[in-house]
């Protein structure tokens, strides 16, 4: 598809808001939710809104991720340097795709790499941000205040029932 020719918006949004998204956490969950949503309203956009839905999607998921990285590192969780790269490459990713339908005009590509990010999160959600989630209730960490009621340099082990001492 050429940059002249008319792209449309999905006939439905990639993600929906699901139970199997639902980690227990109120702070992920609203702030997941949140993304969701934003994900549907862009991938549903239309070509003359798709844009500035894109930057309010990227906006919000900088926000996002530099919360859960802030409460990754505040916490020494084991696993922060992997789920920290797969936010920066997102990041990079949403960057260069707003980049690429503002100056190039192609929006077509938008289109077709927005269903990918609905797909990747729904895997990051589940896996990455569960393990947050469990690890962040374990040392008591309460996102409102950023405080925790058991240190990270008192716990055991890597804070699974396997390997706690």
């Not at 980690?23 to 549907?40: K, Y």
């Not at 991720?65 to 790269?85: K, L, V, Y």
Request: with cysteine.
């Amino acid at each position: 598809m050429t940059t002249a020719q008319a792209t449309y918006p999905a006939i439905a949004p990639s993600l929906a808001w699901s139970e199997d998204l639902v980690l227990g956490l109120d702070a992920i969950d609203r702030t997941h939710e949140e993304f969701v949503q934003l994900l549907a309203e862009t991938e549903m956009a239309a070509d003359d809104a798709l844009l500035a839905k894109l930057q309010a999607l990227t906006e919000h998921t900088i926000d996002h991720f530099e919360r859960e990285d802030q409460w990754m590192a505040s916490t020494q969780f084991g696993p922060m340097n992997c789920h920290a790269m797969q936010h920066r490459v997102v990041l990079q990713t949403l960057e260069e795709l707003m980049r690429r339908g503002r100056d190039d005009g192609e929006l077509d590509l938008v289109r077709e790499i927005l269903p990918e990010l609905g797909k990747w999160f729904s895997q990051h959600a589940q896996t990455m941000d569960a393990g947050l989630a469990v690890h962040l209730e374990q040392v008591g960490f309460d996102p409102a205040t950023g405080h925790m009621t058991t240190p990270p340099e008192a716990q055991a082990g890597c804070g699974s029932a396997s390997c706690a001492s």
